[in-house]
């Protein structure tokens, strides 16, 4: 008899199941992709810089898995708290997400990085250095402010004295 009402009873969990997913249109249960993840006792909670679809995913992605290591937050943790960290175009992506690619945080970040791949930045050339130009209505200050934002992006920087250099032949 015990059985039976075991039995019964799941029957019925299953049916109540089953008439939420109907009257809201997915299964609630599997919205947690890892529920056994837990935060560390003493976390607090940390305000990340929202990701949109338009910046570096790498860069996103160091910020927010170092932040969260310094804490001892786990992977799984760390993966169901990702998506806190995205708005727009990218927190849409996540939630249409095949689930076979969030099996596990490394799938999610692999994901992530392949799907946002074209913001990262092409390194600078010297060549594209040296063709930038100042403007006719620029400002001297602006005009380096602008050479030196592309000069940053380059992995083998000019010397201090190339860089001169090259500001002043393309004033």
Known sequence: MAAIKAKLAQLEQSLARSERITSIGFDIDKLCL???ARLPKKFRPIDFAKFDGTGDPKAHLIGYIGALSMWGVEKDAMAEMFAQTLVGHALHWSTT???KKKR???DICEAFVAQFDYNIQLEVTILELKSTKME?????MNFVRRWRAKAVQMKDKPSEKDQIWMIVRNL
């Open 34 to 36: 890892f529920p056994n």
């Open 97 to 99: 997400l095949e689930m």
């Open 104 to 106: 596990s945080w490394e």
């Open 136 to 140: 006719l209505e620029e400002s001297f």
